[in-house]
Nanobody, 114 residues
């Protein structure tokens, strides 16, 4: 049974930082591309950042220079470090596995507000 479990969401003020983690089980983690998506209220889910099985990363233009994705194959985890957060970063953040997404986590809420 595949599980992707996100943690680390919450409420933060504009300009603040949050770190999200996703723990994977039931897959051969090291061979999967991993990514983070987000879905703002009333909008479509969109890609935020991705890291390939070889460690290559790519980011949505809106988060470049502020967010960093990383993976730890020894611990089957993927992280998203988010800095200089803005109100428009408010969304449910989802962890995903697969270059064409095969598995989704349940999501974690990130709210950026003063």
């Amino acid at each position: 049974q595949v599980q992707l479990v996100e943690s680390g969401g919450g409420l933060v003020q504009p300009g603040g930082s949050l770190s999200l983690s996703c723990a994977a089980s039931g897959i051969i983690f090291r061979i999967y591309a991993m990514s983070w998506y987000r879905q703002p209220p009333g909008k479509q889910r969109m890609l935020v950042a991705a890291v390939s099985s070889s460690g290559r990363t790519n980011y949505a233009d809106s988060v470049k220079g502020r967010f960093t994705i990383s993976r730890d194959n020894a611990k089957n985890t993927v992280h998203l470090e988010m800095n200089n957060l803005r109100p428009e970063d408010t969304a449910v953040y989802y962890c995903a596995a697969g270059a064409t997404v095969t598995y989704w986590g349940q999501g974690t809420q990130v709210t950026v507000s003063s």
